[in-house]
Nanobody, 118 residues
Framework: QVQLVESGGGLVQAGRSLRLSCAAS????????MGWYRQAPGQQRALVAT???????NYADSVKGRFTISRVNANNTVYLQMNSLKAEDTAVYYC????????????WGQGTQVTVST
């Protein structure tokens, strides 16, 4: 069973930067896709960014040009560099991973709080 552990959340002022990290344990093979989702109070969990093992990325329109997702396949670690943060970025950020082998398997981290003050 793959375990995802996030780190790097915290309180920052608008316009500043923050970097989130997520490491997967108990994974023998490279995870086919990893990414980040976020959820604000009273809202549904929404996609922020994803990246495949081949390096293909996908971003939500609201973060394009400000956030950058990257990964290190050797140890199944994914990062989210967040620049020019806005108050609307405040949410709990969740790490996500999937493995496409015999069937699709999905995994979620416990979440880390990001708060942007103005």
């Amino acid at each position: 069973q793959v375990q995802l552990v996030e780190s790097g959340g915290g309180l920052v002022q608008a316009g500043r930067s923050l970097r989130l990290s997520c490491a997967a344990s108990r994974s023998i093979f490279v995870l086919d896709a990893m990414g980040w989702y976020r959820q604000a109070p009273g809202q549904q969990r929404a996609l922020v960014a994803t990246i495949t093992s081949g390096g293909v990325t996908n971003y939500a329109d609201s973060v394009k040009g400000r956030f950058t997702i990257s990964r290190v396949n050797a140890n199944n670690t994914v990062y989210l560099q967040m620049n020019s943060l806005k108050a609307e970025d405040t949410a709990v950020y969740y790490c996500y991973a999937e493995r496409r082998a015999w069937s699709l398997r999905e995994y979620w981290g416990q979440g880390t709080q990001v708060t942007v003050s103005t």
